[in-house]
């Protein structure tokens, strides 16, 4: 059974403050180059139509959100995101289209972990009460529900349950967290876990899976200056200016945070995501090709935010660089990926 939170937050903290503009100095010392030097360049060749549109139109959005839209959503360049209830700014869009690329993303993350839905290890008889944080499309928790029939799974999203804030949630009435993807959102990942920990039954796990920004190469065909390296480098800082970092990976802050909180048995797994069909292994090109979809399904949703708040860059300046980036994610000689960690952990009984 999959549910939306049963009720909002009561009164809301002070809005988190949009960022600042870095300024040229700043962005020139962190290693990003402006907007102009990709202008500059010669464009890429676009395909004829929407290939990722045409090909794959049948990973549509088929499913509704699961919290109710109830809050006023901020606009930016065009694109909707979460409305400021307390602290709930968020750097991704919450429209349709990127709905869409969330959902190619859970696919493209099952697939990543041979068709699990989680790597802790789950007493089917004993879960019961399961939270998914900042669900996104929801897919997981209905997933999740298919495979745990008998159990209440909460898919809470921004909406009405900014995880930054204190849960509503009682002691020890959860069997199982899940949170994903929260990269840029949170505030203070150990405040995070303490929150987990605090809502866990005692023998209850709580399980983080997060990605690095960083691009690598195992051939050193991703070069400082390409747009792959210019993408880490934007969401690194971007992370920075809004207080909420991107570099979950490289501080190790899921282990950290579970460790703090006191959750035991802590266990992760590390995992090379290809980006892109270059993988000789059949299975990692294919897997590959689904990141690269999803993530090329809304490209101005991802960039539109940092590039624009935090770079200062037009639309157009951003579409240039866009176009600029999938053409290296379609270079079948640029052999790019990234790392992207599991983490779970158990709160003692």
Known sequence: ??????????????????????????????????????????????????????????????????????????????????????????????????????????????????????????????VQKVLDIATGSGLWSIDFADEFPNAEVIGTDFELDDCNQEWTWGENTIDFVNMRFLNGVVDDWYALFRNAYRVCKPGAWVESSATSTKFLSPDGTVKDGSAMDQWGKVFREGGKKLGRTFAVYEEDLQRKGMEAAGFVDIQYKDIQVTLGIWHPDKKAAEIGLWWKLAIESDIEGYINYFWHAVLGWTPEEAKVFARHIKREWNDPNLHGYFMMRVAWGRKPE
């Open 1 to 126: 059974m999959v549910t939306s939170p049963k009720s909002p937050k009561g009164e809301a903290a002070a809005p988190a403050p949009a960022p600042t503009l870095l300024s040229a100095d700043a962005q020139n010392a962190a290693g990003i180059l402006p907007a102009s030097h990709w202008t500059a360049q010669p464009l890429p060749e676009e395909n004829s139509g929407n290939d990722t549109d045409s090909t794959y139109g049948s990973f549509r959005s088929t499913i509704a959100s699961l919290a109710s839209s109830i809050y006023e959503y901020r606009t930016i360049q065009g694109r909707t995101y979460h409305g400021q209830m307390g602290n709930a700014e968020s750097w991704e869009p919450n429209d349709a289209r990127h709905v869409e690329s969330m959902e190619i993303l859970h696919h493209a993350l099952v697939l990543q972990t041979d068709g699990k839905l989680y790597l802790a290890p789950l007493d089917k008889k004993k």
